[in-house]
């Protein structure tokens, strides 16, 4: 008889703490994503330890720039797909069309597959569920999750959105109705230096069993960062309202003051503050004791400079949950990294008087007038590229594998 199937382990003992975002190699951040050095960044990334990485076919080409970099010679010789976390999404396939359909969201995962040169996926997401009805999510968790127990195409089932109170009431609706609990929620734009809302729904995803919550957009998509959302791609498409944007400019001068940059500010604050505020759903870390938990952040990259700066500050951060040492070099790191934080803590205070009322505002998700512009007609039509016809061909050459097909001595 075969033997049973080893359990997955839970996933926060397998997610790395910090996740490279790639939502950057597309044209809503950069003019030319196919300019971007992404196999030097994705090299990079995996040599420095940066070993888990979210993309999703919203994100334009974004799967496409990332597999290629994922499958070229000088990442695959060094770094063998077991080694690295692969995350992406399903569900939203442009800005205001949405097919959650398990016939769509099963076509999303091959796709990808394709896509990202791996044979399964680590993590796979409902894409931002707030802009769809609860059933559909729930038949998409489900379409996810049989592709998970059926075919084996990935590991983990999420969801991810914008309004954290939607994302709290999905995960209870999901357990409610499944008695499984989600695996991990992504939530964005809800812990950070602007919006600190993520923390007062922690208790509600305890609650609904899931195992990791994410923290993303660390920087508002462009809000918290020197040029703005207004200079450059995201002005086309940010969702922020004019009078926030502003006052998110208004904290630029507050941290040249202090000798600071904006987007560096935002960045030690958040980080800082989901490692200890999201450490009972976080993940583990090889550095610290065994069982110790923290936050696990997605920090969009767009260059190897941001990445290195990225990847420095967050070891600071990991720092401080290190144990008590005798090692002299890492006192003195320890007590560089708190006296960082107090700096960043008080420069932080007087951003928020600045934002005023601003600070915690979130803004509509779904935004007034939204429809899905995906006829109903058209909801579960798959396009007619070779992916299905091409799987269909995979799947059948392994289930008959003539290595595992049994045979009778004569």
């Given amino acids: 008889m075969p033997s049973e199937p080893e359990p997955r382990p839970q996933l926060h003992k397998v997610m790395p703490p910090l996740i490279m975002g790639t939502a950057t190699f597309n044209t809503q951040y950069v003019p030319d994503p196919f300019a971007l050095p992404a196999p030097s960044i994705v090299s990079r990334a995996l040599d420095l330890g940066v070993t888990a990485f979210d993309t999703s076919p919203y994100y334009g080409p974004s799967e496409t720039i990332l597999g290629d970099a994922l499958a070229h010679p000088d990442v695959t010789s060094r770094h063998p797909r077991p080694s690295y976390f692969l995350v ?12 959650y359909t398990p016939a769509w969201i099963r076509y999303s995962v091959y796709r990808s597959l394709e896509r990202l040169h791996t044979p399964y996926l680590d993590l796979v997401y409902t894409h931002d569920v707030e802009f769809v009805s609860p059933p559909e999510v729930l038949a998409a968790v489900r379409e996810l999750r049989r592709l998970r127990d059926d075919e084996g195409l990935l590991r983990y089932v999420g969801i991810s959105g914008y309004p954290v109170s939607v994302l709290a009431d999905l ?7 499944t008695g499984e609990p989600l695996d991990a929620v992504l939530s964005y734009g809800h812990l950070s230096i602007q919006n600190t809302t993520l923390n007062r729904f922690m208790d509600r995803f305890v609650a609904a069993g899931v195992d990791v919550v994410l923290n993303a957009s660390m920087l508002g998509m462009g809000l918290l960062t020197t040029r703005g959302a207004d200079a450059g791609p995201m002005a086309s498409w940010h969702p922020s309202p004019e009078g926030l944007r502003q006052a998110c400019q208004d904290l630029v001068p507050v941290a040249v003051s202090s000798d600071e940059k904006l987007e560096v500010v935002a960045i030690r604050w958040a980080l800082d503050h ?15 004791p065994e069982g110790t938990r923290v936050g696990v952040s997605v920090m969009g990259i767009s260059n190897i400079a941001e990445l290195e700066e990225t990847w420095r500050v967050f070891n600071s951060v990991m720092e401080g949950f290190e144990p008590e040492s005798a090692d002299a070099d890492l006192t003195v790191r320890r007590q560089w990294s708190r006296e960082r934080r107090a700096k960043i803590e008080a420069v932080v205070e007087k951003m928020w008087a600045v934002l005023g009322t601003w600070k915690d505002y979130s803004w509509a998700s779904p935004g007034p007038g939204f429809f899905n512009t995906r006829a109903v007609e058209d909801r579960g039509v798959i396009p007619d590229d070779g992916i299905m016809m091409r799987h269909k061909l995979q799947k059948t050459e392994v289930d008959v594998n003539v290595e595992e097909v049994p045979f009778t001595v004569i």
Avoid at 88 to 99: H, I, L, S, Y
Avoid at 171 to 177: G, K, N, S, V
Avoid at 274 to 288: D, E, F, H, K, N
């Fill in 171 to 177: 995960a209870d609706m999901i357990l409610r109705e």
């Fill in 88 to 99: 992406t999404k399903a569900g939203r396939v442009a800005g205001d069309e949405f097919d």
């Fill in 274 to 288: 989901w490692a200890v505020a999201g450490a009972a759903r976080g993940s583990t870390y090889s550095s610290l």
